[in-house]
């Protein structure tokens, strides 16, 4: 049974900083993983998605990258601002169309 | 293109009564994934669609829980004879039948049950 785990679970940081968010999965036959992000009381945004045979996948200021065979996936946000404060789920699933197991989540504080 | 809608976005229920949820898929999305967020705790899938099929349904609670997706409309999401349990936040995601299999999610339907 696939477990997805995410460090830290809070994280609070000055406008500005660069951030690593951790994403770590037990199972390594995934297909793809997805990184969200979800503001309270709002649904989930997609932010990046990196298929199994990638390595990595850069939108703007985010840069997600893949180590299937470790089990782990980073997120990377640079020069973070108070609108990147949100929850960030990491999600994997094993086979093509099949639903999506998520982690619990880091809920990031960028402070102006 | 819209996003995928869901509806209502509220919904107040007192025990006993049903819950019908409603979502609307992306344009040319043609698979729907159910998922819940009960309260502290994180995303949990329930059910994965396509039109007129229930492909999973292993994540769904055997009573008093059911889904569809009719050839026309929206997939329904039925809650019987809700309990205080079912209180939480139900999201409804849609992928395209090709390409790299991306979900897209709504806003959400936060059901309370009184």
């Known amino acids: 049974k696939q477990e997805v785990t995410q460090i830290p679970a809070a994280l609070s940081v000055p406008e500005g900083e660069n951030l690593v968010l951790n994403c770590s999965f037990t199972d390594s036959a995934i297909y793809n993983l997805q990184w969200f992000r979800q503001d309270p009381g709002k649904g989930l945004t997609s932010l990046l998605l990196?298929?199994?045979?990638?390595r990595e996948q850069t939108s703007g200021r985010l840069n997600a990258s893949l180590d299937k065979s470790s089990g782990r996936s980073t997120l990377y946000i640079a020069a973070s601002q108070p609108g990147d404060s949100a929850t960030y789920l990491c999600a994997v699933n094993r086979h093509y169309g099949q639903n999506f197991v998520f982690g619990p989540g880091t809920r990031l504080s960028v402070l102006p | 293109n819209a996003g995928v809608m869901q509806n209502p976005r509220h919904l107040v229920r007192r025990r006993g009564q049903e819950a019908r949820l409603r979502c609307s898929p992306m344009k040319g999305h043609s698979h729907v994934y159910w998922y819940r967020q009960l309260p502290e705790e994180g995303l949990k899938f329930m059910v994965y669609?396509?039109?007129?099929?229930?492909?999973?349904e292993s994540g769904m609670p055997k009573e008093r829980f059911s889904a569809e997706f009719p050839k026309e409309g929206p997939s329904i999401l039925r809650i019987q004879q809700v309990v205080r349990g079912d209180s939480a936040a139900y999201f409804c995601?849609?992928?395209?039948?090709?390409?790299?299999?991306?979900?897209?999610f709504g806003p959400g339907t936060r059901l309370t049950v009184l």
């Open positions: 990196i298929q199994s045979s990638q």
């Open positions: 995601a849609s992928s395209p039948l090709s390409g790299r299999n991306e979900q897209f």
């Open positions: 669609l396509q039109k007129e099929n229930i492909i999973d």
